[in-house]
């Protein structure tokens, strides 16, 4: 059963914190994406991989970074998270153009 | 850039009704993936069309791509409080499997008893 894992439902953080957002997937899919999901403006993505080590820049990079150290997990890094970063942030996986599945996203708020 | 447009925006339908949500394209469609969302959750994977005309359906839902429009449908038959959701439509470049999905909007459904 395809399983896509975020490391928090729900996450608080004060303005300046520096944040990790974690996504694991267990199907060994080569793609993985991050999207931020905000209300009339739907799905955006911030970035994403196609394989270890590589990233490349989405529609809305700025003040995110990401790290892929291991084919199963990819991180979104807020480096000083500021109150227009209070979203829903959601991860993807896909293999070349099959499925693509999502985890049940992070609800994060910075106050 | 693609761009996807969907309609309605929102619908709310008797239960027991059928029901279409319409997706659009700016660009060609190589392929239409559907998907639900509960409010507040991550995004539910339902079905994936890659050829033009292609039909395909689970339980009481229905899809379809129309490549000459550029459309896809979602149709939903005999709905029920179950189907209520967010229903988004996505679609990537084919010519490579690497290509990161765009999204519409979302279409919000209310099924109401």
């Known amino acids: 059963d395809v399983k896509v894992t975020q490391s928090s439902r729900y996450l608080v953080k004060r303005t300046g914190e520096k944040v990790f957002l974690e996504c694991v997937q267990d199907m060994d899919h080569e793609n993985m994406f991050w999207y931020r999901q905000d209300p009339g403006l739907g799905l955006r993505l911030i970035y994403f991989?196609?394989?270890?080590?590589?990233?490349e820049k989405g529609d809305i990079p700025e003040g995110y970074s990401v790290s892929r150290e291991k084919k199963e997990r990819f991180s979104l890094i807020l480096e000083s998270a500021s109150t227009n970063q209070t979203s829903m942030y959601l991860c993807?996986?896909?293999?070349?153009?099959?499925?693509?599945?999502f985890g049940p996203g992070t609800r994060l708020t910075v106050t | 850039s693609q761009e996807l447009e969907q309609s309605p925006q929102s619908l709310i339908v008797q239960e027991g009704k059928n029901l279409t949500i319409n997706c659009t394209s700016s660009?060609?469609?190589?392929?239409l993936y559907w998907y639900k969302q509960k409010y507040g959750e991550g995004l539910i994977f339902l079905m994936m069309l890659q050829k033009g005309g292609e039909e395909k359906s689970h339980e009481k839902i229905t899809a379809k791509l129309d490549e000459k429009k550029q459309q896809s449908s979602l149709h939903i038959t005999a709905s029920q409080p179950s189907h209520a959701g967010i229903y988004l439509c996505?679609?990537?470049?084919?010519?490579?499997?690497?290509?990161?999905?765009?999204f519409g909007k979302g279409t919000r459904l209310s099924v109401i008893a």
């Open positions: 991989s196609y394989d270890v080590k590589m990233k």
């Open positions: 660009k060609t469609l190589y392929g």
């Open positions: 993807a996986t896909r293999q070349a153009s099959y499925e693509q599945y």
């Open positions: 996505g679609a990537g470049a084919w010519n490579s499997g690497n290509t990161p999905l765009v």
